[in-house]
């Protein structure tokens, strides 16, 4: 089953961003009692259409698409996808509910954000400032610079277009940077948040290799200033870096969490072979 857009008088530039990708979440739960109501040619049938739906080589998919069996009771099963055009997402969650397990299937939450490359992100001469007035000794600054201008491409690439980690597991929370009325972020200064955001960003470093992160802004578009996608080799990691970076005090004094739902990566099939047991 494939839902045609329709036409509402604008163009998919007119939807897509100056640089980034729109971003949405979805947690999806299945009720049982809908469930047992269904015939067998009906939940077949359902599983075709939802199979269809979320078919990431069709050429009406979204250019990032995933799915993960969701650990707990806030939900059976994540959607995340990313694209330029933000109906083309909400495409996919209107054909997963119009095919023949869609009455079965309810939305338990969702968030919707959009990429960007954050205000903190230094440019090439603001990295060179911050290590001179560290006081590193010329060669090494020249060394270092040269290093961060050949991998600031990819960092930025990965921040607004990102290929989703081929890793097992994903953790997705949104957050505020805001946590009581004494300590509001938004009220200091450029380079005292720069400060406290640089601290941040070396306490993550060290999870290199084992932890990618996402963050999206959904900053006038839902509840959440930010959401933050963590994908790990490792369950554990998803624990110990959030762990270790709430110590930073952009996180211990500023940071506001929502609910956190951890989500183990899988094929379509495999999500319906797990959750109609």
């Known amino acids: ?17 100056e640089e980034g990708w729109h971003c949405s979440h979805f947690f999806y739960q299945f009720d049982r009692q809908i469930l047992a109501s269904l015939s067998e040619q009906e939940v077949e049938q359902g599983r075709m259409d939802f199979v269809a739906a979320v078919d990431a080589e069709k050429t009406s ?25 933000p109906l083309k997402i909400q495409s996919i969650h209107q054909q997963i509910r119009a095919g023949k397990l869609g009455p079965a299937i309810k939305t338990t939450w969702s968030y919707v954000s959009i990429s960007e490359i954050s205000e903190y992100v230094l440019s090439i001469e603001d990295y060179r400032k911050r290590l001179e007035s560290e006081g590193e000794d010329a060669s ?37 940077k805001w946590r009581y009325p004494g300590a509001n972020w938004f009220t200091l200064s450029s380079s005292h948040r720069q400060k406290l955001m640089s601290e941040h960003a070396r306490s993550g470093i060290k999870f290199a290799g084992k932890v990618s992160q996402l963050i999206t802004v959904g900053v ?58």
């Open 61 to 85: 998919a979204p250019h990032r698409i995933q799915l993960g069996i969701v650990s707990g009771h806030k939900a059976d099963f994540s959607l995340m996808m990313m694209d330029p055009d």
């Open 220 to 277: 006038g578009m839902d509840d959440w200033e930010w959401g933050v996608t963590l994908w790990a080799t490792n369950p554990k990691h998803l624990k110990q870096i959030v762990y270790d970076m709430r110590f930073d005090e952009a996180s211990a004094k500023y940071a506001e969490f929502g609910p956190f739902y951890t989500s183990y990566q899988a094929t379509p099939e495999a999500v319906l072979k797990f959750c109609l047991v």
């Open 1 to 17: 089953m494939t839902l045609q857009a329709p036409d509402l008088g604008f163009t998919v530039e007119q939807l897509s961003p």
């Open 140 to 176: 090494s600054v020249e060394k270092k610079v040269a290093a961060y201008q050949g991998r600031l491409g990819k960092m930025n690439y990965q921040r607004l277009t990102p290929d989703f980690p081929d890793y097992p597991v994903s953790s997705f929370y949104p957050m505020n």
